[in-house]
């Protein structure tokens, strides 16, 4: 199944669905005795409840999604298909940037906050710092469905609930040097994610998939998940060897860096991955700051200095105000 969040043109916002086609049917009313993450019912915790009793509910869930009324999805807004997950791992230089490494990287992560969720046809807004690059990472999320502390890569899979299209923003190179993941990742707005959460029986190999980002219809990064350096097995057992996994837990898995380039104001940017939808979002920068439009490879292929294409005019850059 493909659940998302969307705003009823009559029930009310944040309504929960599943999508039939081109259409959602929503859902809302069969799963709403389950006990929300929120005390006082916020719909947005819903999903969350029926991903930790998924095996309880997904029958009732069916039912529903065949008996209700469809809606077509371009008459609702669609939002965020799990805007508040318990917590955000993401997985740092998990890639073999299409083989040229010769040894995978030694694995490593971060927390990205959950605060920084929004979802399709919302906006990335570039804040007022001193970032060298405001960049965003095309990356396969997948999201735990049950408990996981010390997995075995043998058992991980188990845990995994489902999949969605995820865009790790980032603000590079942020004064004091070192200073670095916080302040660079988990900015308001930073965790473009959806539109679905699809279920893991409709993916069968997440490790074969497309994933295909495109910034104002130019594609600028194009690359397979079978590139990934630590597959998701010894993702989720490495994670799950640090701290306990819950369900509604959000995984990144990384991204391949060569196709990064550069976020900026009126920005329209798209992410596929495999069969998981398209992913919208705009960009906002109220400084109007710009950026060449290279990627990382194609700066690294002029020769030029840094990893990536410096700041041309505005605020903070070396020739702007």
Not at 179 to 202: C, H, M, W
Request: glycine share 10%; aromatic share 6%.
């Amino acid at each position: 199944m493909k659940f998302l969040y969307f705003d009823h043109p009559v029930a009310g916002n944040w309504r929960l669905g599943v999508l039939k086609g081109d259409a959602v049917v929503d859902v809302t009313a069969a799963v709403s005795d389950l006990p929300h993450s929120d005390p006082r019912g916020d719909p947005r915790g819903l999903i969350n409840a029926v991903i930790a009793h998924y095996a309880a509910c997904k029958a009732v869930i069916e039912s529903a999604a065949t008996s209700g009324t469809p809606l077509p999805l371009a008459d609702v807004r669609l939002r965020p298909p799990l805007p508040l997950p318990r917590q955000i791992d993401c997985m740092a230089r998990n890639y073999m940037e299409d083989g040229t490494l010769t040894e995978p990287p030694e694995i490593n992560g971060f927390h990205k906050s959950p605060s920084a969720i929004i979802g399709y046809g919302d906006t990335m807004v570039l804040p007022d710092v001193a970032a060298g690059i405001f960049e965003g990472e095309a990356e396969l999320a997948l999201v735990i469905g049950t408990r996981a502390t010390n997995v075995s890569a043998a058992d991980a899979m188990d845990h995994v609930f489902g999949y969605m299209n995820f865009i790790d923003g980032s603000a590079r190179d942020l004064p004091p040097a070192g200073n670095t993941f916080f302040q660079v990742k988990s900015r308001d707005t930073f965790a473009p994610i959806g539109p679905y959460l699809v279920t893991a029986d409709e993916v069968p190999d997440p490790h074969g998939l497309p994933v295909r980002l495109t910034v104002n219809g130019t594609v600028m990064q194009g690359f397979s998940t079978s590139d990934m350096a630590h597959k998701i097995p010894r993702c989720i057992e490495w994670l799950s060897s640090i701290h306990t996994l819950e369900p509604g837990d959000i995984v990144a898995t990384g991204t391949n860096h060569r196709g990064l380039n550069a976020f900026q104001d009126g920005d329209r940017v798209e992410l596929e991955v495999g069969s998981l939808g398209l992913l919208r979002v705009h960009v906002s920068d109220p400084l109007k700051r710009n950026w060449a439009r290279d990627t990382r490879l194609q700066h690294k292929e002029k020769g030029l200095p840094g990893p990536y294409t410096p700041q041309l005019t505005g605020k903070y850059a070396a020739t702007g105000d």
